[in-house]
């Protein structure tokens, strides 16, 4: 039973990296940080990589954004061993929110016959975990969201979902929308051979166009949210010391963590 | 309209402590708004829920009860919160942003073709709008963000606001629970309860507790685990204590372990050798408990306790365990 799996990657900037934000337009600087593969993506691609092991079929990456997308995460994807992807890039994207994002990610998954469409189910700089659910819904697919363990029999896939006390066993029909939970697996290093296959493996360019994509519903035309105010946080240390000789500190230590929204 | 809404998180009508401090934080932002706090309520167990938030000021509820939704993941509380925005026209709808309140307030903003905002620890009103802030890039950056367009989709993260009790008599309407077929799709087959010593991984962890060669013995980490526990936390390790056998290197946090950024870092017993900052300097807030006032760590926290970390963290454990239990 070969599955046609796609998942939806994109590139965060290094989360170890300074943030610069484009004064001219509030959205982040891309090009002044260092970007790699949203790390829960990887996970995602490893998911589909198991799935496609396990029941034969083949992983196709679908990202979007700016070229730089394709050289980091595309390739790193197609590296752990994916087999194709598709790179939709388009100036009027820039600026799209996450439901705009989900929208337009919808459009080139209509384009191709999947049976799971796999995602991150959160990215490591804006971590809403709003695309998943927003591509199910713009697909009018069901949606397992925060998911591990995913398994497909016949007509079926079944999943753990997390919940704070636990996890839930969750199951629906394919074809379905996947968002693959952080920690769900531990992504494979791309070997050196995976490397230099990716380097032919095909990558299908298209613009909005290509994907039959409304342009009043992405970029800033279409972003439902704005963003007013964007700065760094100071990250200068409190430095408050307190000495244990009277037996309290645990006192002042409990209400700090409470002030700090900690308990 | 003005009214705020609050989707209530609940378990067979038992609302959550993030239910109770949504509804606390919906009536500041109502008095703003002009409007009246309600209460959303999809499921069973009305009659609990109905006791528990009359303590925190909601003056009416919408009531969508019924048993058959706990059989199926998010699609019915999407398509009755969905069906009830269109209808009724609040200012906006306060979810938890916890999993299921993030992917039901993102799905009800793509049916109803509305914006939302996830992750805001804080929301206020300017002009009418609302003005949500959350931290962004791993919180190395604060963001304030609003919507362009009403009815407002907010996911506010627990312990954004505290819950404050202000009892209301909540005048109650029923309301159409039925849900189509397309909102059975995705079956909730089984229930698992966390099996014990499931701590989160260090690499993700919001919370990380790390123990080091002042825990003397192998053993003592149990100290560092109890706590760690009582806060969700992770449990990480110094390279002394992980060289010496005492912790597997998975959990290793520094330059050549883990790399973290969590928003809070606790070192127990852990001096603060360069080795050991590379891999933590990033986190948010940094706590550290160590009985050497001269200790290197001490230069970069946020709140250092000087003393013997086998009676602080027992005891702040326990403090911690009271002060959960409250609402």
Request: net charge negative; aromatic share 4%; hydrophobic share 40%.
């Amino acid at each position: 039973m070969p599955l046609n799996i796609a998942v939806c990657v994109k590139r965060v900037p290094d989360t170890a990296a300074e943030k610069k934000l484009d004064e001219s337009d509030k959205t982040l600087d891309r090009e002044s940080v260092e970007s790699i593969l949203n790390p829960v993506d990887e996970m995602a691609v490893e998911e589909a990589l198991k799935l496609k092991e396990a029941n034969e079929g083949e992983v196709t990456i679908i990202s979007m954004g700016p070229e730089a997308a394709q050289a980091q995460a595309i390739r790193k994807a197609l590296s752990m061993g994916a087999d194709k992807a598709v790179h939709l890039k388009d100036d009027i994207l820039h600026g799209s929110d996450a439901q705009a994002v989900a929208y337009a990610l919808s459009q080139v998954v209509k384009k191709g016959e999947y049976d799971l469409v796999l995602c991150g189910a959160e990215s490591t700089d804006a971590r809403t975990s709003l695309v998943p659910p927003a591509l199910a819904e713009n697909l009018n697919l069901p949606n397992l969201n925060f998911v591990k363990n995913v398994e497909v029999s016949d007509s079926s896939v079944t999943a753990h979902r997390e919940t704070d006390k636990g996890h839930d066993i969750v199951e629906c029909q394919r074809p379905a929308v996947i968002g693959v939970v952080w920690g769900a697996n531990e992504p494979r290093y791309p070997s050196f051979k995976g490397i230099m296959a990716a380097k032919n493996k095909p990558v299908e360019t298209l613009t909005a166009d290509d994907a039959e994509i409304d342009s009043s519903k992405v970029g800033f035309a279409g972003a439902k949210s704005e963003v007013l105010e964007f700065g760094a946080r100071p990250a200068e240390r409190k430095k408050i010391i307190v000495d244990n000789s009277n037996g309290d500190a645990h006192v002042k230590l409990a209400d700090f963590l409470q002030e700090q929204k900690f308990i | 309209m003005s009214d705020v809404w609050v989707l209530l998180e609940h378990s067979d009508g038992t609302t959550t402590k993030v239910a109770h401090q949504l509804l606390t934080g919906a009536r500041a932002i109502a008095a703003e708004t002009g409007g009246q706090v309600v209460a959303l309520f999809i499921g069973k167990g009305w009659a609990t829920a109905k006791e528990r938030i009359a303590k925190f000021g909601a003056a009416k509820a919408l009531v969508a009860e019924s048993d058959e939704i706990g059989g199926y993941v998010a699609s019915p509380q999407v398509e009755i919160t969905a069906r009830l925005i269109a209808e009724k026209q609040p200012w906006g709808v306060l979810f938890a942003s916890v999993p299921t309140g993030k992917e039901v307030a993102t799905r009800v903003a793509a049916r109803n073709g509305l914006g939302v905002l996830a992750d805001a620890v804080n929301v206020t009103v300017q002009d009418g709008k609302p003005v949500c802030e959350y931290s962004a890039f791993g919180g190395s950056t604060l963001v304030k963000k609003t919507l362009k367009q009403g009815p407002y989709l907010i996911c506010v993260k627990p312990n954004s606001f505290v819950a404050e009790e202000s009892p209301a008599e909540v005048a109650e309407e029923t309301v159409d629970a039925s849900i189509s077929e397309d909102s059975k799709r995705v079956v909730l087959k089984e229930r698992v309860e966390k099996e014990a010593g499931g701590r989160p991984a260090v690499e993700s962890a919001a919370i990380i507790i790390s123990g080091g060669r002042g825990l003397g013995e192998p053993a003592n980490f149990s100290v560092i685990e109890g706590l760690a526990d009582q806060l969700g936390a992770a449990v990480g390790a110094s390279r002394a204590a992980v060289d010496a056998g005492w912790y597997p290197h998975s959990n290793q946090v520094g330059q050549t372990g883990k790399t973290v950024s969590p928003q809070l870092y606790i070192a127990v017993g852990i001096s603060g050798a360069i080795q050991h900052r590379a891999g933590m300097q990033t986190s948010k807030t940094i706590v550290a408990i160590n009985k050497d006032a001269e200790a290197p760590i001490f230069q970069m926290v946020d709140f250092g306790v000087v003393g013997d970390l086998f009676d602080v963290v027992p005891k702040l454990t326990e403090e911690i365990s009271k002060r959960k239990g409250g609402a």
